[in-house]
């Protein structure tokens, strides 16, 4: 359960890293750069907001929590002694900020990014052609 929950963090954090930086390698215009770039960031911020919701229910379903007991419980009926305190745990970790007020913060922090990937290319392409000019 955790390689697959490391996975999906991983490949979501190259998505987010690199999509811009290969859209600049392939010399894509600006308009375009930031189409493909802002929607494939945007898709997985929503996943990565998503992501660790999903798990935690994922892993009470598997541990027999109901969420749906009106009573502590009710709730750890079918879950082992054992994991009891592990199952509360979980369930109380679902509470706080929600996974779309998450992916809002998420989404105003990293949209500029590939406008900062494309000033970078740009700074650096006018800065190649004033030094190779001078060397000519």
Same mark, same amino acid.
């Given at each position: 359960m955790e390689f697959?929950? @490391?996975s999906v963090k991983l490949l979501m954090l190259l998505t987010i890293v690199f999509t811009p930086v290969y859209c600049v390698y392939k010399s894509y215009s600006y308009l375009k750069l930031y189409l493909i770039s802002a929607s494939l960031i945007s898709l997985a911020i929503i996943s990565g907001a998503y992501w660790p919701h999903f798990y935690t229910g994922m892993r009470l379903d598997l541990l027999g929590y109901?969420? @749906?007991?009106?009573?502590e419980c009710e709730r750890l009926k079918k879950v082992a002694p054992e994991m009891r305190e592990i199952a509360t745990q979980l369930y109380w970790s679902n509470m706080g900020v929600g996974w779309p007020l998450k992916a809002l913060i998420w989404m105003v922090i990293l949209l500029p990014y590939p406008s900062i990937v494309w000033l970078f290319k740009f700074s650096y392409r006018k800065l190649m052609n004033k030094f190779c000019a001078k060397n000519t």
């Open positions: 697959l929950d @490391l109901d969420p @749906l007991g009106f009573s």
